[in-house]
Structure formats: C-alpha cells, structure tokens
C-alpha cells in the first residue's frame, strides 16, 4: 500500500501540499472558504465522454462553483475491490490527474483503503472539496425575484444516456456523449465580471426537471420554461424517444442553471456562449409568481404541462 | 431519499450551516487550516466499545489533532448497500451524532449514495475534516533530535483486538473495548500551553511498531523503546499471547505518540495524566542517532529486539 501510494498517487497527483504526505494537509486562508463532499459510484467505470476519475473531479469542483466559490482543494478517498487490476486503477488515477490539471485544482490529501473481493464494486470514489467564495456576491435562492431569467448552459440530457448505453451495452446507434465538465472556468470569470447571477445549480441526479423543481420549492415562486428554447442535440432527442425516457429527468454532469437577473440575461448569455463549455446556452425560461411552487412546460406543439419532481430514482449509479 | 436526509440526518446532525442544504457549506477563516479525509469500512459495523459511526468521527478529528490543528467543520459521505435495515443506519447516524458533539465538532455538508445490493457491504463512511492550526507551534518531523522523548498517551491495541473478537465472534473471556476516543480536548489545550511537543502520530493501521518506523523513516534517526513502559492491559496481554499477535502491530484508534522535547517531557506527561484519556500516558522511550531508521525494543527480560515496519496488513477493515 505503501508503494502504492508512493509509485501511483505521488507520481500523478504531485503536489508540494500532497508530498508531505501528511494525514491531513495544511492550507492558508484569508477569506470566506466554501466545503462540499461527494462519493462516486458510477457503474461501468468508463464510459463515453468520461469515467469515474472525471466524474470525480468535475463533480465536487462543480458543487463548489455553484455555491459562487472558486474550488481549489481537493481530497481523494478511494475505497478499492482486492483483485482490481493494476491497469484500471491506474488509467483512473491518470483521469482524475488530467481533469485536476484542467480545472486547476489541487489534491493535497488522501486516503485509501482496501476491502476484500466482493465487498464492494471495483472502486468507489470520494471527494472533498474547499474553495474560496467569490467575493461581494451571494447566491441564494432567497435572492430571487418574478421576471428573472433561467439560463441553462449547455445541452441537456447527456450524462446519463451515455452511462445508460454503456451500461445496457446499448448500441444506440447515436455514440452520446456524457457531458462532464469541470464548470469553473466558464463561470467562476462571469460571476466576477457580472452582477446579475442571483443563483447556480448543477442538474445532475434528477435532471433539469429536479433542479428547477428545487428552484420553485426553495423559492416560493413558479417557473415557466419554452420546450423549444431547451437545448438539446438531435442524437439525444432520438435516443430517449427511442427508450421513452423524459430527457428532463436525465442525469448531467457539465451543465448548469442560472436564475439571472432579467436586465442581465443577455449580457451573461453572450459571456456563456464565447466559452466551448457554454456555446449552447440558451434562456429557457422566466420566474413568475405563478404558479407558486410549480414548474410549467409550454410544450413545442402549443400545450401546457407540470414538470414535477422525481420520485423515484430511475438511473442507480449514475454518478 | 430527500425524506431520509431531512427527517434521519437534519434531526440527528442540526446545525446552522447544515441546515442550508446546500451542495457546499460556507466557513469563514481567518488562519491557517488543515484538510483531511478518511474512508471507514470497518466490519463488523459495531464491537465493544465503538462502531463505524463513532470511528468516522474519532478517525478524522484525531487527523487533524496530530497535525496541530483544532477540528472544526467535517463533511459526511455515505454509500449505503440497497436492503441495509433502516435501525442499523439510525443507530449510525445516532453515534456520529453524539460523537460530534461530544467531540464539539459540526458536520455541515454531506453526501448520501445507496447502491444496489452486493455492490458494498452494508455501509461505507467517509469523512472529511477541516480545522484551525493552533498558532505558533510547528509540528513536522523535522524538528526531531537526538534525546528527545516519545510519550505514548494511553494503553495500547485494544481497537485491533476489539474488532478481531467480535468479527471472529471469538469468546476471549477478556472483553476488550476499542479505545476510539477523539484527543482533541486531550491535546489542543496542552498544544496551547506549552512549548515541547515536536510531532504527533495515532498509532492506527499497524500499530505502534508502524507509527514509530514512520517517525525514524522521516527523521533519519533511532528509537530505543523500553518494553517495560509501555502502557498495556493485562487483558490485551493476554489475548495477544493467546491468539499470538504482536500487540505493537495492532491498531489503535484512541491513543497518540508524542514527541517531545526533554526538559518537557514530565510536565506534558503530568498534563496528559490529568484528563482522563490521557491517565495510562507513559513516557516510553528515546530518540537517538542510533540506530539510524530503526526502531529498537529493550525487551523486559532484559534483550533487544529490532521493531520492523509491518508489510503484510494482518487485519484487512480494522478502520
């Protein structure tokens, strides 16, 4: 284990706070930090687009960035299957490497704890995160008011087909990839420059309908989204027809909501879409004070429905 | 699962910053602080004197104690199997409940992933901690010189033998309770108060053999300790005779290693003597130049014998 963590982790998550290795890693401070935890247990470990090691990366550094903070310091605490081959374990090191880099984030402490065969599948994978909070500016849900606007960064839905086709060893036909994506790069800069994000949410488990129903919940207010101002690709589109599955309750891992303030709506989304991250972004929607609690879909063909929230999970293991 | 995160974790773990349910808490610092984080897969999930909940507490707060910092803020991830029965994880969260409180640290974020059955075993727990450096006081083990002092604060291998008994459902006679204690209030305040401790390490997975290696790899230099003042139970004796393990490489989850400068060494040990987790302390050794790296036992009857690092784990989920 010792050499292990010498020979594997050292070498691609090199550090100066990491080499220490110390039980628990020393880090300066000035500001307000923000604190966030996330296990993953996606099944299978790779998959179109992405795999767990990303996956791990992007989704700690995402609920960081959602909470308005610039994520900079990462733990790592894999829980590994005895028998998980040497290559496996070593390409998702590699992963989790790569995508640190990318999002410019730093693993400065760890863990690793071997259990015997069977007692649990292949590799699980926690990380913590700290980051420093953008100053002068506080995301809340209380902030938001009726006539602002919903953003939505990028194309819905591709996350959990990607993981479904490959689980099902679907051939769909249509190669979908997952969407993950370490968001801080496109948002942490705007959230900087602009003043009119009043709220952030990744919709991730439970898709964009539980994100937005989360949205309405916490705020009091209702919500109204264009289906046809929802951005999503054609593969996509086909490919949950095809399974009959509602894209709005289809895991993402790269994308974002914005409530935004309606003056600023504009300016932020062509901000967004001069980032590859957020060059589909689009506005969806508006707050309204109707319906309370609730959101409304006006459909492409001219009708209204409820997009409620999930009840039941319909994906395990999805991230 | 949004109902069984407010009605099982919100009640049991209320505190202000947890009660935003948000992806990330906020904390603001204004010092130095130290991160770490620990997955616990222990099995059985509880034993004399402790459970996984408890360990997921202790195991944290001691890694941010040994590194000189007060624990403060830890985050809760759990994976939970499909199928596990709702009492069993109440009793959990109960125990991190009143561990945390008892330890008067907050968990104020938190994770929650349940997987289908037979992809882990029960539950897996990870916690990851941060807290405030205790100003002034460096402790690396970098400071270590020749004559200095290792204290040893409580009895110990009794969480290894605790552990094995119950999962081997072996009738020692002895019971023997796990000594999983958070040192927090037994360390900061004599951290605070004087100047002579140089470096602290739990003696966890392997042992004290393996804690005091660790200390000779990383100072280049000796340890000789005396077999004689070494704090044991004549219970844990007698159970480590008759199973034929060597107590110094069985784990400990409540006890820590100092060391401490010379002219110190009496007066830290008078303080530690004083708090209850700390009444068994025993100065147990020394540090010198020789051997350099190695770690030698003046057995009581009178010879001397190398200690090695283990290389083998002997007991695979002690943590």
Chains 1, 2 share one sequence.
Not at 65 to 77: D, H, K, R
Not at 94 to 116: P, Q, R
Not at 195 to 208: L, N, Y
Not at 285 to 290: D, I, R, S
Request: some cysteine; glycine content about 8%.
């Amino acid at each position: 284990m010792h050499n292990l963590i010498k020979e594997l982790f050292l070498k691609k998550l090199n550090n100066p706070i990491l080499k220490e290795l110390s039980d628990s890693a020393f880090i300066n401070y000035k500001e307000k930090i923000a604190f966030t935890t996330d296990s993953f247990v996606v099944s299978p470990l790779s998959f179109p687009g992405a795999d767990i090691g990303k996956l791990a990366v992007c989704g700690t550094v995402n609920d960081l960035v959602m909470q308005g903070a610039a994520p900079e310091y990462l733990s790592l605490a894999l829980i590994i299957e005895e028998g998980l081959d040497y290559k496996t374990l070593e390409r998702i090191v590699d992963s989790i490497s790569v995508n640190a880099k990318e999002a410019g984030v730093y693993f400065v402490t760890g863990d690793l704890k071997v259990v015997e065969r069977g007692a649990c599948d292949k590799i699980f994978i926690n990380t913590s995160g700290i980051g420093r909070v953008v100053k002068n500016k506080k995301l809340s849900l209380k902030n938001i008011k009726a006539k602002d606007k919903i953003i939505i960064t990028g194309n819905i839905a591709q996350h959990g087909l990607a993981v479904l086709a490959k689980r099902k060893e679907l051939d769909l036909g249509f190669n979908i990839k997952s969407d993950c994506a370490a968001l801080n790069r496109l948002l942490i800069p705007i959230l900087r420059k602009t003043d009119g994000i009043k709220f952030m949410r990744d919709p991730t488990r439970g898709g964009v309908a539980t994100a937005l129903n989360e949205i309405t919940e916490g705020s009091r207010l209702g919500i109204v989204i264009e289906e046809k101002n929802i951005p999503i690709s054609t593969k996509v589109r086909a490919a949950s027809e095809l399974l009959g599955i509602d894209p709005f309750y289809i895991a993402n891992e790269g994308i974002a909501i914005l409530v935004v303030n309606p003056d600023s709506a504009k300016g932020i989304l062509r901000l967004l879409r001069k980032h590859p991250l957020g060059k589909n972004a689009q506005i969806i929607g508006e707050v309204g004070k109707k319906p309370k609690g609730r959101v409304i879909l006006n459909t492409v063909v001219g009708s209204q429905r409820i997009v409620d929230m999930l009840t039941s999970e319909p994906l395990p293991r999805i991230c």
